[in-house]
């Protein structure tokens, strides 16, 4: 465990297990992503008289692609969830700039869990925002504006990290 931050992110967790199960989601994902990554050219079927396997598997692998990129989204929106989380129960020690940002425009979405709750609204809400492109106008801004500091005050809590 962290300091200051509770199993399962959650100071009591319910029926949901807090943020257990988002943790089975994540493993379950890049569990499946590990399967879809084995190349479509091993389990080449020839066509046209042997001429073009390459053209018969393409269509594959290009499917096998876009859904591994489907579940590294969801992957990282849950990632996102789960930091935001654990951030909520270090307050009041800050963040840097970037960080703070990022934070301050995921929690304009998704509230911090308080009490156990399904977590699949969540998931769409910061997915959403993931792919918007909204985390990275909101990085830029912040970037422009403030010109931050990565160093910080704080760093030798995490030495062990």
Same mark, same amino acid.
Do not use: W
């Given at each position: ?53 390459? +053209? ?58 308080? +009490?156990?709750? +399904? ?43």
């Amino acid at each position: 465990g962290s300091p200051g931050v509770p199993k399962l992110l959650m100071a009591e967790s319910g029926i949901n297990s807090g943020y257990m199960i988002l943790q089975y989601t994540t493993a379950a994902l890049a569990s499946e992503n590990k399967g879809l990554c084995f190349p479509a050219s091993a389990d080449s079927i020839p066509t046209s008289m042997g001429q073009e396997d390459h +053209v018969s598997m393409g269509s594959m692998g290009g499917r096998k692609a876009l859904q591994v990129a489907k579940n590294l989204e969801k992957i990282q929106a849950i990632e996102l969830l789960t930091a935001c989380q654990a951030l909520t129960f270090r307050r009041p020690m800050p963040s840097g700039a970037l960080l703070d940002s990022l934070y301050q425009k995921l929690r304009s979405r998704v509230s911090f869990a308080a +009490v156990d709750r +399904v977590f699949a609204p969540d998931i769409a809400a910061a997915q959403a925002l993931l792919a918007s492109g909204e985390f990275q106008q909101t990085l830029a801004k912040a970037l422009k504006n403030k010109h931050p500091d990565f160093a910080s005050a704080y760093e030798s809590l995490f030495e062990n990290y």
